[in-house]
């Protein structure tokens, strides 16, 4: 069985481009989170996706989208990339809202 | 949002139990409480969960106090490996409220160190 796995790994933008982060869910999972995880603090919920529709969003600004496609795959976008955006995102899949989630290895962004 | 408190580091001997406590005083009746662990650079990883009763798996042992409003992860016989930082968190059964997002909050988590 396949965990989940994101790409890439790592990341390097320059203030004001857009950025697209990339997540497979672990087989049999239809529901992906999206967390942003800055230096020595914990996770923050960005959004969920359920059945490529969003289930619930944390307190970040439009720029932060996402997509979820028909194989629960899911993409992180960020518009007007700014210095504060630099952070390990998580992706994280779970079998159906509201079940166990699995986290991916993460990827690394810095935006200079 | 149910928030949690736990110790910011805890020192353990390798071989010995590790008791990581945390605070969940604002615990909503059907809250689970979750636990992972993260090791340096790398994504969590899903330890256990509960409700209201003790649950034991092969990475280790949750106590839930019978008020709910704290509870105790075990790890038996810690070894060098299981030095991370060790979240704990409430979660709301979002497929219980049929919409609901269960969304994890993240504290900033206890730093356990196996010493040899």
């Known amino acids: 069985e396949t965990g989940v796995t994101q790409s890439p790994t790592h990341l390097i933008k320059t203030r004001g481009q857009q950025v697209t982060l990339r997540c497979s869910s672990q087989s049999g999972h239809n529901t992906v989170s999206w967390y942003q995880q800055a230096l020595g603090q914990g996770p923050q919920f960005i959004f969920q996706y359920y059945r490529e529709e969003e289930n619930g969003r944390g307190n970040f600004p439009p720029r932060f989208s996402g997509l979820q496609f028909p194989n629960y795959s899911s993409e992180l976008n960020v518009n007007a990339l700014e210095l504060d955006d630099s952070a390990l995102y998580l992706c994280?899949?779970?079998?159906?809202?509201?079940?166990?989630?699995?986290f991916g290895p993460g990827t690394r962004l810095l935006v200079l | 949002d149910a928030k949690t408190t736990q110790p910011p580091s805890m020192d353990c001997a390798e071989g010995r139990a590790a008791n990581l406590p945390c605070n969940h005083s604002?615990?909503?009746?059907?809250?689970?409480v979750y636990w992972y662990r993260q090791i340096h650079s790398q994504g969590p990883q899903y330890i256990i969960h509960g409700l209201k009763n003790n649950e034991t798996n092969e990475m280790a042992s949750l106590i839930i106090t019978e008020d709910r409003k704290s509870s105790t992860l075990i790890l038996p016989h810690a070894t060098l490996r299981d030095t991370a930082v060790y979240y704990c968190?409430?979660?709301?059964?979002?497929?219980?409220?049929?919409?609901?997002?269960?969304?994890?909050?993240f504290g900033t988590g206890t730093l356990l160190a196996v010493q040899p």
């Open positions: 604002t615990i909503s009746g059907n809250e689970y």
């Open positions: 994280a899949s779970s079998p159906y809202k509201g079940e166990t989630q699995y």
């Open positions: 968190n409430v979660s709301p059964p979002g497929a219980v409220y049929g919409g609901a997002t269960n969304k994890l909050i």
